[in-house]
């Protein structure tokens, strides 16, 4: 397309950038910031540090402010600031001997340091072990992806006294997979289904699905976590009901409470899996502990953060984010597993995760882009619309609608829908948070229009007969003429159909005159009901 569909340049932004860029470098570096002169080449972000070797300046509160990103109800703030330093590096580690310098080092040995619950030794667990032990390959990519997020939950865990078993959790959910879907509709690392996921302000739309987003995520699981403990006094207690539902688990322990049986774990009636969820947790943990016994070796694991959190302030295509930070395409989507559009909406996703260096680059190259951040827009549709209706009002092409909305086939978008759009010269602001925040996407069948049609039974005429005839479901005829799906009609009887459209029905046993010598060719077609070459 001809037409420039660049956003329009906000003259104010360009200084406000450069304003957020020296924040984050005066923040980072808790120094003077650089001179106009050498800032195109300075580092933006100081070197990720220990928890435990952070300098002290990272701790005021003044400072924690400018470096975290924007907090919001559906995105959290992770534990690690904007700069890539905790909020507060060293109460999540009170457990922690201060001179045990291989717990500074190894994040491994800080999750066994931090390890908590009661152990369990059953059949159920010596399963579960071997089954992993088996696996050595699946062991290995499960840690390996582990490696992006386990840090960050750590961090979590650690802050709200819990203990370090729970950050394992995503191993027996997910395999720390942040895209993982099961067949309940379960999606990302801690696998929320929808509605528990909205309970906990986890927001599913057009744009985002926020119970993959890792931080959101993480922060929804442990408060349901926390809120379960709460409610059962027992962290075995509480992993069951974020397995089986508090609902369900309450009730068993009501059965054996009156039944005068024990109500721990063990002794409760519960599903297979419920039985075998904590055992397999167990088998997890001790293979993290021991993993020489089992003839695993665990990647290494430094104990510093994996990513950092960068602000977004405008709206930005992914693409863009991936080409300056000199990102590949993959990691970026690990990192940042819940955007659902080619698009990351400020009002929306205020903020995304990036490898240290990456992110350095990342804010080095924004500071200098001078093109536009966005080609994406979104657009509420009108009314009832076909996608290539939809797609000429826009400018784009239909197949390129349907693919970037998934549009299936032989659908119709319904008025009030919100579809991802082409910027123009018209649509060129950014997305507002009411519909960054609420977007969704109504699909109808585009079926064709019937006409209610009666037609007469021929002699020998039955549902069946009458079905095939026009191309109909028998069922459908049964129903319309509240009859039995075996019914036989009478010469001459009504029967009625809902056909598509206008079409013409010929009485039975009428015979079509002869075609013309010249269209003999096409004769093949002839035979075929004249109600049928409506569709």
Not at 197 to 220: E, I, K, M, P, W
Not at 294 to 299: E, M, S
Not at 373 to 384: F, G, I
């Amino acid at each position: 397309m001809a037409r420039d569909t660049r956003p329009r340049r906000d003259p104010r932004w360009g200084g406000r950038l450069l304003a957020l860029v020296m924040t984050l470098a005066v923040s980072a570096c808790a120094v003077a910031p650089p001179s106009p002169t050498t800032a195109g080449d300075a580092r933006l972000l100081p070197p990720p540090a220990s928890p435990l070797e952070t300098p002290a300046s990272v701790k005021s509160p003044e400072l924690t402010a400018a470096t975290t990103a924007p907090t919001t109800a559906t995105a959290p703030v992770s534990g690690e600031s904007a700069v890539g330093a905790p909020t507060d590096p060293l109460a999540p580690n009170a457990r922690l001997d201060l001179a045990d310098e291989e717990a500074r080092r190894d994040l491994w040995v800080r999750i066994r340091r931090g390890f908590a619950m009661p152990d369990l030794d059953t059949g159920l667990v010596r399963s579960s072990e071997r089954w992993y032990a088996s696996r050595p390959d699946y062991v290995q990519r499960m840690t390996d992806r582990s490696s992006r997020f386990l840090f960050h939950i750590v961090q979590e865990v650690e802050k709200r006294g819990m203990p370090t078993e729970l950050a394992l959790l995503p191993f027996i959910e997910s395999a720390f997979n942040p895209q993982a879907m099961s067949s309940a509709k379960a999606s990302g690392m801690w696998q929320f289904v929808p509605a528990t996921g909205l309970d906990y302000d986890l927001r599913q739309n057009v744009f985002r699905d926020d119970r993959r987003d890792v931080l959101a995520s993480t922060r929804a699981a442990l408060d349901y976590l926390q809120k379960l403990h709460g409610m059962f006094g027992d962290w075995q207690l509480a992993l069951a009901a974020y397995n089986w539902g508090e609902g369900s688990v309450g009730r068993a322990i009501a059965r054996n409470r009156k039944a005068g049986l024990p109500t721990d774990y063990l002794s409760l009636k519960m599903p297979a899996e419920t039985q075998g969820y904590v055992p397999k947790l167990q088998a997890v943990k001790n293979l993290i502990a021991r993993p020489e016994q089992f003839g695993l070796r665990l990647p290494p694991l430094g104990n510093h953060p994996y990513f950092v959190v960068v602000p977004i302030q405008r709206d930005i295509d992914a693409d863009l984010v991936v080409k300056l930070a000199g990102l590949s395409v993959q990691e970026f989507q690990a990192l940042n597993p819940s955007l659902n559009k080619p698009v990351i909406l400020a009002a929306g996703t205020p903020q995304v995760l990036l490898p240290y260096d990456n992110a350095n680059d990342f804010l080095h190259g924004l500071a200098q882009h001078r093109g536009p951040l966005a080609s994406w827009t979104a657009w509420v549709v009108p009314r009832t619309m076909k996608p290539a209706d939809a797609a000429r009002q826009v400018g784009m092409g239909e197949a390129e609608l349907r693919e970037v909305n998934r549009i299936p086939p032989r659908m119709l978008v319904k008025a009030g829908s919100t579809l991802l759009v082409p910027r123009q010269e018209r649509r060129h602001e950014d997305v507002p948070e009411r519909l960054a925040d609420t977007a969704s996407i109504q699909l109808a069948a585009d079926t064709p229009a019937l006409r209610r049609t009666s037609v007469k039974a021929g002699k020998g005429d039955s549902v069946a007969s009458i079905a095939a005839r026009y191309r109909v479901a028998p069922a459908n005829v049964a129903s319309w003429n509240k009859v039995a799906a075996s019914t036989k009609f009478k010469a001459g009887q009504a029967v009625v159909l809902y056909l598509p459209g206008k079409a013409a029905v010929k009485p039975p046993g009428r015979k079509t005159a002869a075609a013309p010598a010249t269209r003999t060719a096409r004769s093949s077609s002839s035979s075929r009901p004249v109600a049928s070459t409506a569709r």
